[in-house]
């Protein structure tokens, strides 16, 4: 079975700096793809970024990027330039490569962006 | 575009009651997912349905059952509450239940059972 494990349960950061996330996860699947979700006070969740593990390269989109180390089985996801919006709960999630599965959650990791 | 739509938002149950949470997608998507949210659990997948008519258990199954009524609609029911059904109730849908769709969430049910 596939796990996820934030280790973080709540992190804070200053407006306009830098913050990193952890993510760590277990699995025996070669083929996989791995996601940051961003759930605000609306409860709604947000995808921010997603990976997939045959890729190299690691995904950016705008402020948002991540470190994945594939044999580390880690992935961690940085913030730059925080923003007040920023300030949510993010999670960690992981799905295989396997058509009809869905995707399992970290535990999360409260973030709290202030001026 | 409503997205994805659960009823009720609240509600507030007795031990041992029933209910059925509802919800459903209008962006003709495949996939349905249940997920339960707990203080220091994270999201935990109750149920899904990879397509219209199939169901399939996940992490925590027991105590639910869930019908896929049609392509729109998946409910999920209690049918016997306990006090740890407690909790905040997503419901999500993917155009498929692949990687590159990504989910699409509810704004929650939130439950307690007295």
């Known amino acids: 079975a596939q796990t996820v494990t934030q280790s973080q349960p709540e992190m804070s950061v200053q407006e306009a700096e830098t913050v990193t996330l952890s993510c760590t996860y277990d699995t025996s699947e070669n083929n996989y793809y791995l996601f940051w979700y961003k759930q605000p006070p609306s409860r709604q969740m947000i995808l921010v970024i997603r990976q997939e593990a045959y890729k190299q390269q690691n995904a950016t989109e705008n402020r948002f990027s991540v470190n994945f180390q594939k044999a580390a089985k880690s992935f961690s996801l940085k913030i730059s330039d925080s923003q007040l919006g920023d300030t949510a709960m993010y999670f960690c999630?992981?799905?295989?490569?396997?058509?009809?599965?869905?995707?399992?959650f970290g535990k999360g990791t409260t973030l709290s962006v202030s001026s | 575009n409503a997205g994805v739509t659960q009823t009720p938002k609240f509600q507030v149950l007795k031990t041992g009651q029933s209910m059925t949470l509802q919800c459903a997608q209008d962006m003709n998507h495949n996939s349905m997912y249940w997920y339960r949210q707990d203080p220091g659990m994270g999201l935990r997948l109750i149920y899904y349905?990879?397509?219209?008519?199939?169901?399939d258990k996940g992490e925590v199954p027991n105590g639910y059952n869930v019908s896929r009524l049609n392509k729109r609609e998946f409910s999920l029911r209690l049918e016997s509450a306990a006090p740890s059904q407690t909790s905040v109730y997503f419901c999500?849908?993917?155009?498929?239940?692949?990687?590159?769709?990504?989910?699409?969430f509810g704004n929650g049910t939130r439950l307690t059972v007295t």
């Open positions: 999500a849908s993917s155009e498929t239940s692949s990687y590159n769709s990504p989910l699409h």
């Open positions: 349905s990879a397509s219209e008519g199939t169901t």
């Open positions: 999630a992981f799905m295989k490569d396997q058509a009809g599965t869905a995707l399992i």
